[in-house]
Nanobody, 128 residues
């Protein structure tokens, strides 16, 4: 059974940084595109970033996080990271990772149909 577990969330001041981790059990992350998504209270879940398979390595970002967030893989640890810098209050949300097909802007499709095996999420709160 494919299982993803997110960690690394927390409370941070505006301008601060956090690194989220998406760890897998039961399968090798290298074989899958991995996406990061977030859902703020009262809003739809939205795509933040995705990374292609390890043989592809392409990365894509939502305009709202481009230049501030970086997605990466650690093959040895079977983990995908989301480094978040220059955090803003509007980045406050529950962040989820999911496995699927990272083909470009498809991670921003409504309902994220190309992704599954969702983790339980990790809360990120940006506040002074």
């Amino acid at each position: 059974q494919l299982q993803l577990v997110e960690s690394g969330g927390g409370l941070v001041q505006p301008g601060g940084s956090l690194r989220l981790s998406c760890a897998a059990s039961g399968f090798t992350l290298d074989d899958y595109g991995i996406g990061w998504f977030r859902q703020a209270p009262g809003k739809e879940r939205e795509g933040v970033s995705c990374i292609g398979t390890s043989s592809d390595g392409s990365t894509y970002y939502a305009d709202s996080v481009k230049g501030r967030f970086t997605i990466s893989r650690d093959t040895a640890k079977n983990t995908v990271y989301l480094q978040m810098n220059s955090l803003k209050p509007e980045d406050t949300a529950v962040y989820y990772c999911a496995a699927g097909f990272c083909l470009g802007s498809n991670f921003q499709d409504e309902g994220q149909p190309d992704f599954g095996s969702w983790g339980q999420g990790t809360q990120v709160t940006v506040s002074s």
